[in-house]
């Protein structure tokens, strides 16, 4: 087998397992193959009732790794990921390092409301409580929010979708879109890799009924050139959607849409195509059929520096 960082964790390799369930397997397995560590199966079963019981083998003095989405149904795929540390810790695992790439609650990182609870807090403590020493997300929506008593870090795979566009797809002329604020330096650094301008809309939210509403900040000629919107997640499709209507009132080209996490709940799906985007292009955070852009290079190569 080629082994592609064969340099790493010379001392460690034989102490490392990659851990995950069958969910999480392909890109678990891939990540244990480029790293040249044991893979290890959890067994899963979800009852009638939504718990969940799980069986892994014993994990004594191993490091670690365990690779876990916390895409919907988010609740019962945190809670599995607490048993899984759970299970290591009382085994007696020595290091627990958690890979969750598609991090749930990124959203609720502050109070927008009074009384709201900032549930991304709570996760970390949660987490801490139970053992874990590094949590390892993928293009997190507040990486800044994650100040947990632990290390925490947040990878990018917005190079990764950048370079898989400039191989794959012909644009004309170019443009790429944040479709707000807090997304410009994702959409910054997408259109560093191919070069090319970029512009962010403004988005506002109504925080009470959670509806949103998109402008344009500065007038920018925007006739026939293709845009590249780029985005954390895709969740209801409802931003891209209100970005894509003014995009076209100003006449733009082929609108490409670009999101690490593609959760596209209910039928976000339909929604987008019918809106008008041409294609929508993520990674496999979240199994879906626009994943092209495999998220296990990233993941490996920072274990192989680390
Ligand atoms: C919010 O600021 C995020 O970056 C995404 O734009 C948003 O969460 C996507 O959600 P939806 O698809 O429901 O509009």
Redesign the pocket.
Known sequence: MFKKYFHILTLQKNNTLIISDNRNSSLAKKISIDLDVPYKNTELRVFADGESKIRLDNVAKKNCIIIHSTYPPTDQHLMQLFMIIHKCKEDGASDICVVNPYLAYA?QDKVFVDGEIVTLHLIGRILASLGATKLVTIDS?SPGSLNYSFETVDLSAIPSLASYVKKNITLNNPIVIS??E??IERAKKFAGVIGIDMLSLI?T?DRFTGD?SISLSEQQPLENRDAIVV????????????ATEILKKNNIGNIYVISTHA?L?ND?KEKLLKAGIKEIISTNSIPNEFAKVDLSSVISHYFSDH
């Open positions: 959203r929506h479709p707000d807090g997304g988005k939210r949103v985005d954390d997640m895709i969740s209801t499709g409802n931003s891209i959607i209100k959760l709940l976000a």
